[in-house]
């Protein structure tokens, strides 16, 4: 066998983001509708000692944001909402997420001392090393493991449902997940005309745990039928391994508009 060339990589990654999204508390607006609203309530009478009232109707806007028209029908100024029970209604649903992928990639190439007419066989092989992982943190009010249920902040933790405290973004479970992925890889490329050649690949990848491992090879032909005129035809299989938060038990919101 002639020379072989050799090349070692190693890549090292790191992706922070963090997700706030303001979301309405549902016991808040509850207590709001009742006349119990706001963050100086300090009685159970509504609408008296600090407690306000949330109205959800037409009277208490003056005009539409978008397209500036005044509601000069229902209006009534005694009815609008303060921003102070706006700010009252409204908390944080904050996700902060940390990925990290470690790369070590190992390949050897060459030619072959046999060949065809159009010249010789040249092939590569090599290793990889993957190391993957996750890290997610939601603050409190997002946290399933502290606010599972509607009324958690009022300490109830059992529920069937465990749909978290805001009206419309479902909890989050803190995640630290890692994996390692292992993949073996070889090709070559085989001249067999001179305006005809054919590349032969093969990868083995190993998951690991509940995903397991697949093989997956790859066939492609190349084809110079004229100097302005090129075929190129492949067939194979390919597989992309699920993220690490579609395996483990998460808890989603989905919206579905039929």
Known sequence: MSAFNWDVGVTFMVNTREIVTPDIVVTRLQAALNGLGGPNCTTATPGANGC???????????????????????????????????????????????????????????????????????????????????????????DITKNPCVNSLSGNMNCATQSGIFTFLGPTTPADLSRDVKAVFGESNVPLLESLSAQVAVRYEDYGGSVGSTTNPKLSLRWQALDWLTFRGSVGTTFRGPQQTQLANQTATVLSFI
């Open 52 to 142: 306000l009232w949330l109205n959800p109707f037409s009277s208490a806007v003056q005009s539409n944001v978008v397209t500036g028209q005044m509601n000069n029908v229902t209006f009534d100024p005694n009815a609008v909402n303060s921003r102070e029970l706006a700010a009252w209604l409204y908390q944080d649903n904050t996700i902060e997420d940390e990925t990290s992928s470690f790369v070590v990639d190992a390949v050897l190439n060459g030619q072959m001392p046999i060949g065809f007419q159009a010249g010789d066989i040249s092939w590569a092989a090599g290793v990889q090393y993957r190391e993957e992982t996750l890290e997610r943190d939601p603050n409190d009010l997002a």
